[in-house]
């Protein structure tokens, strides 16, 4: 896993997004949280790309990684994310 563009802020605005209950997270919106805080930390406009999201959700889920208990909800067509355990972070 690559150490650029702050890999642990993004990480840190994810275990955010995945804890929160009240909110549907689809992509769209995670990337959006990332970029945020990646912004409010360096001052750089400049966000992720989709593929970085979804591989450091995929980080996140491994055994390498922290092996967060993480579901993904079916909406129609589009997928939203959340812890499982609503204790985790």
Not at 14 to 27: I, N, Q, S, V
Request: include cysteine; charged fraction near 35%.
């Amino acid at each position: 896993m690559a150490t650029n563009k702050h890999a642990q802020i993004r990480y840190q605005a994810l275990d955010r997004c995945f804890a929160k209950r009240g909110t549907k997270y689809f992509w769209e919106d995670l990337q959006a949280a990332c970029d945020e805080a990646l912004s409010e930390y360096s001052g750089e406009a400049k966000g992720i790309s989709r593929r970085q999201l979804f591989e450091d959700i995929k980080y996140m889920e491994s055994d390498q990684g922290w092996c967060v208990p993480l579901d993904k909800h079916k909406d129609g067509k589009r997928v939203w994310y959340r812890y499982s355990d609503p204790e985790f972070s």
